[in-house]
């Protein structure tokens, strides 16, 4: 027999689904296979990671240009639209930000599926959250999407320029030895404070993304990229 709290979660899924499918035929799927090549090429890049890492920071300031001031809200998913050029190439990007709490467990990976690239997110000034990589995102990004490729993402890098003797952050050498040892497509940091490094991770996600696409469609050589 159902208890209420699984009926409650059912609920929340068939609800959180529709909103997902409503979100998807604003961007339509990315790994779809036409005769006609479109103008732009589409990626899907989800972000995870435990909450209050600066996630949502990373997506707001990328597509902004600036710094979010106003409070944060954990939501269950977020998506945001943007048009950009990369490697003189013009893509079409949608960019998922997700909550890390426990209490969307069951309903965060709704927003999985055609993910092209993954951004697995910690902050180098909290050691949980970079533990956690390796113990619980990895592990659950790999469950889902065994075939998505995914970088390493350490945020508020800018703390490396603070001088406060209490700051216990992860190394620069620490983030790159946990890179190799979950196998991710690179490691890299940013700031989104600053509005540094956020591109070039946006970059590399779209790269990642088309590396994959390109040796899917190698193996299956009646695609045709889009």
Not at 3 to 20: G, P, R, T
Not at 32 to 43: F, G, H, L
Not at 202 to 221: G, L
Request: glycine share 4%; hydrophobic share 35%.
């Amino acid at each position: 027999m159902m208890s209420l709290l699984d009926a409650k979660y059912v609920q929340y899924e068939n609800h959180f689904h529709n909103l997902l499918l409503e979100k998807e035929k604003q961007f339509p799927e990315q790994h779809s296979i036409t005769a006609v090549t479109m103008s732009k090429k589409k990626a899907k890049i989800t972000v995870v990671g435990d909450g209050f890492v600066g996630k949502t920071c990373l997506l707001v300031a990328y597509t902004r240009g600036e710094f979010p001031e106003e409070e944060y809200i954990p939501t269950v998913f977020e998506n945001y639209a943007e048009e950009k050029e990369i490697d003189g190439e013009p893509y079409s990007l949608s960019l998922w930000d997700t909550a890390g709490q426990e209490d969307y467990e069951r309903l965060r990976p709704l927003s999985y599926p055609n993910t092209t690239c993954f951004l697995l997110c910690y902050s180098i000034n909290t050691r949980d959250s970079y533990d956690n990589i390796k113990t619980k995102w990895a592990p659950e990004v790999r469950h889902h999407m065994p075939h998505t490729p995914f970088i390493l993402v350490g945020t508020k890098n800018d703390l490396r320029e603070v001088d406060d003797p209490n700051l216990q952050l992860v190394s620069l050498k620490e983030g790159k030895k946990l890179a190799r040892q979950i196998r991710a497509e690179c490691y890299l940091e940013c700031s989104a404070q600053r509005l540094t490094g956020l591109d070039e991770i946006i970059a590399e996600a779209v790269r990642a993304s088309m590396k994959k696409r390109k040796k899917n469609t190698k193996q299956n050589p009646n695609c045709v990229l889009v």
